[in-house]
């Protein structure tokens, strides 16, 4: 007997309700936030207002440029080159040089990289590598600190506790262990170059520090991680794997330090003497570009004085503009925009 197939039950299930095409017909009729013909204005004036912003930015560098070229004009016609080369500095015989104040600027300047940048490298590689983690916040804003100090106030305390100490004690230390040199040569009166250049190590030591931990921090980990698997030690790996691929930004802090360092103004003229000459012992007065303008600008009676000053102050702001570009595309050239990450 063949099996006969069953026959299939059969349930009678409701069937799903067929929503009309009315339903199906989602009607998008609200109203827009924004109207167009109202939001349109304050864009149009909030895109124009940005515009003048920046413009007006470049603009008001290139006023001060021109400016700077046209109330120089009258001592470059009277000098020419020479004016920076010239050695005499007397205004009444409307005699004027400018070697002298460039030869203080550049010296003091150097020094004090000299002495800051071992310090700022060594603080930044400490906060970023080294440091406790809960020590870090805390150390940082007390490094950041010192950009905060007003120059006058660094200026004070360098005339009234830095420069007794330098006479006291460390001019007649150098004088004694390396006067041979000629550097350190000359009666210890505390101020003078080696004083100038202190105070400005002092006040660099924020800027090149903070600028060389941001460029430490976005080195990628994977780097130090490997150096460390190949068997080297921390200080291998700080050496070969962070500094070495961190040179050209920590380069860039350091000329952005040397920027601030040959603007500086208030501090050096408080402790560098005020000398217009030249001389080989740094324990001897100076005189730098910024000094000279804060001292003798109101001073300046002739025109072809006047002339002269305003010709140094657009030399330092040329010097200025071109340091600081140097060192924004060098620190550029590490960092590609970046932004900075804690190293773990």
Known sequence: MSNQALPRPRFNAPEPERASKATLKIESRTAPLLQGKVSEIPDAVFGWAMRLCGIAVVALLGLIVYELMVGSQLSWHAFGWKFFGGQDWNPVEEQFGALPFIYGTLVSSLLSLVIAVPLSVGVSVF????????????????????????????????????????????QPFLAKTLGWTGLFSGPPYGIGMLAAGVILAIMIIPIISSITREVLTVVPQHQREAVLALGAT???????????????????????????????????????????????????????????????????????????????????????????????????????GQPTKGVA
């Open 234 to 336: 921390r200080w291998e790996m700080i050496r070969m794997g962070v500094l070495r691929n961190a040179r050209a930004g920590i380069v860039g802090a350091v000329i952005l330090g040397l920027g601030r360092a040959l603007g500086e103004t208030m501090a050096v003229t408080m402790v560098i003497g005020n000398r217009a000459e030249i001389a080989k012992s740094l324990f001897a007065p100076g005189y730098t570009m910024a000094s000279v303008l804060a001292n003798e600008f109101s001073e300046a009676t002739g025109d072809v004085y006047l002339s002269a000053l305003i010709e140094i102050g657009l030399a330092l702001f040329l010097v200025t503009i071109v340091v600081n570009a140097m060192a924004r595309l060098l620190v550029w050239s590490v960092t590609r």
């Open 127 to 170: 906060i970023t590598e080294m440091c406790p983690v809960a020590l870090r916040g805390p150390l940082s804003f007390t490094t950041e600190l010192l950009a905060a100090i007003p120059s006058v106030i660094y200026g004070l305390w360098a005339m009234f506790i830095m420069v007794p100490l330098l006479r006291t004690y460390v």
